[in-house]
């Protein structure tokens, strides 16, 4: 089976969101969510895909920022448990990043419900298998995300080529 898989480098720092699919027209998987759902939603129309979930790789905010924008009833939202009050609360994230305060850094700027991934853990979605592996060591709750059938795997922030993302 050859599966349809895309990306689009997104929002400040070009984090790699990727589209996931048995193909073209049908359900999908999103990979990551940085703060530019308007972005992730023309990568999906680019292949006429309707997402049903969202794999985190990581709680840091250049790849959950934009889940509140695709999370819905009918999406669901994955992130290991060790990572989502970094998530929830990216104010400290921000501050380190931009050299200053952004807003109480105590508010909770991520609302969607987030499904808890383990390792080991197989998760079908779209057509697609995706075998969760804990990677703590970026952030405490990191996971890749690999497909055996296509030999892909999704490494979030734990391999870098030339840049994050």
Not at 86 to 102: K, T
């Amino acid at each position: 089976m050859t599966m349809l898989i895309d990306l689009a480098p997104l929002w400040h720092f070009q984090t790699n969101a990727y589209v996931v699919a048995a193909e073209r027209g049908g359900p999908a998987v999103v990979v990551d969510a940085p703060p530019d759902p308007e972005g992730v939603g023309r990568l999906l129309a680019r292949h006429d895909l309707t997402p049903i979930a969202v794999l985190v790789t990581h709680g840091h905010i250049d790849h959950v920022g934009g889940i509140d924008g695709l999370v819905s009833p009918t999406v669901t939202a994955y992130l290991h448990p060790d990572d989502v009050d970094m998530a929830r609360h990216p104010g400290e994230q921000l501050r380190a990043l931009l050299g200053q305060p952004v807003g109480d850094l105590g508010t909770e700027m991520i609302a969607a419900p987030f499904s808890d991934l383990s390792d080991g853990q197989r998760l079908d979605l779209a057509g697609v298998s995706f075998d969760v592996l804990f990677t703590p060591g970026h952030t405490p709750g990191h996971c890749c995300f690999y497909v055996a059938d296509e030999a892909v795997l999704f490494s979030g922030d734990q391999l870098f080529q030339g840049s994050i993302g």
